[in-house]
């Protein structure tokens, strides 16, 4: 399981990469591995208002359908368009070219109650 250290976990199984007030979210390489092979993304709206623990959309593997909540509270600044063409890219890179969002936060102390990797490691890494 790859967990770059640099990120941000939540126990919902998505990462953030802080990039000043923006949070770049993702799913983790666990949970995509979990999944299987990602065949349907439904992506927010550019501008939706999010609070923490909001739902911001779903993922249809071959395996279920997953919805996933937002980590941190913001706007949504930014979408990854690239995955109605091809949302199988989650499962090829899901820490690069697989991020679902883009958040301008609004709290940045919501950061403090996520996870780093290794906790997520320590929670999801053994089964």
């Known amino acids: ?53 909001d739902p911001f959309g779903s993922m249809e593997s071959v395996k279920t359908v997953s919805e996933f909540c937002t980590p941190v509270s913001g706007r949504v600044v930014s979408v990854n368009q690239a995955l109605n063409q091809n949302p199988g890219v989650i499962n090829l890179s899901p820490y690069g070219e697989g991020w679902i969002m883009a958040v301008e936060m609004t709290d ?16 999801y890494g053994h089964e």
Request: aromatic share 8%.
């Open 1 to 53: 399981m790859e967990l770059p250290k640099q990120l941000k976990y939540s126990e919902d199984h998505l990462w953030v990469r802080v990039e000043g007030n923006r949070a770049v979210i993702g799913v983790t390489d666990f949970v995509q591995e979990e999944l299987g092979m990602i065949v349907f993304v439904e992506l927010p709206q550019i501008g939706d208002e999010l609070r923490a623990g």
């Open 108 to 123: 940045v102390t919501e950061l403090d109650r996520l996870w780093t990797a290794e906790k997520y490691e320590e929670m």
